[in-house]
C-alpha cells in the first residue's frame, strides 16, 4: 500500500461514483469544515443568536 492516499485516476470505479453521485467525502469534508468554524464562533461568543423555542 501507498504511504499517501490513492489518487482518484488510480481508482476508475470511485470516478465513475463521483460522476453518478458527486464527490460525497469532499461535500462531507466542506460540511465538517464550515460546522467547526461555527462551533468555534459560537464557543468564543461570537455566533448568531439562536431562534427562541415557539410558543415562548
Do not use: C, N, W
Not at 460525497?24 to 469544515?33: D, P, T, Y
Not at 455566533?47 to 415562548?56: C, D, F, I, M, V
Request: charged share 30%.
Amino acid at each position: 500500500m501507498k504511504s499517501d492516499a490513492y489518487r482518484t485516476e488510480e481508482l476508475p470505479i470511485y470516478e465513475s461514483l463521483i460522476r453518478e453521485r458527486g464527490d460525497v467525502v469532499e461535500e462531507a469534508r466542506a460540511v465538517a469544515e464550515e460546522t467547526q468554524q461555527q462551533m468555534s464562533q459560537a464557543l468564543a461568543g461570537h455566533g448568531a443568536a439562536l431562534p427562541e423555542p415557539a410558543g415562548h
